[in-house]
Nanobody
Framework: QVQLVESGGDLVQPGGSLRLSCVASGIIFSRYFMGWYRQAPGKQRELVARITSGGNTNYVDPVKGRFTISRDNAKNTVYLQMNSLKPEDTAVYYC???????????WGQGTQVTVSS
């Protein structure tokens, strides 16, 4: 059974930082592409960043230079370091895993990030 478990969401002030984590089980993690998505109230879920099995990364324009995706294959974990957070970053953040493609088959349950003063 595949499980993706996110953590690290919180309430943070504008300009602050958070690190999200997603621990995977039930897959050969090192072989999977991993992605972070987010969904704000009333909006569609959107890709934030992805990392290939080889470590190549891609980001959407609104987060370039502020967010960093990384992976630790020994811990079956993908991270999203978020700096210089803005109110428009407020959303539920979801972890996604796919074999050679993002979006992939597997989703986590989400973690809430709220950026507000």
């Amino acid at each position: 059974q595949v499980q993706l478990v996110e953590s690290g969401g919180d309430l943070v002030q504008p300009g602050g930082s958070l690190r999200l984590s997603c621990v995977a089980s039930g897959i050969i993690f090192s072989r999977y592409f991993m992605g972070w998505y987010r969904q704000a109230p009333g909006k569609q879920r959107e890709l934030v960043a992805r990392i290939t099995s080889g470590g190549n990364t891609n980001y959407v324009d609104p987060v370039k230079g502020r967010f960093t995706i990384s992976r630790d294959n020994a811990k079956n974990t993908v991270y999203l370091q978020m700096n210089s957070l803005k109110p428009e970053d407020t959303a539920v953040y979801y972890c996604n895993a796919g074999f050679g493609i993002i979006p992939g088959t597997y989703w986590g349950q989400g973690t809430q990030v709220t950026v507000s003063s």
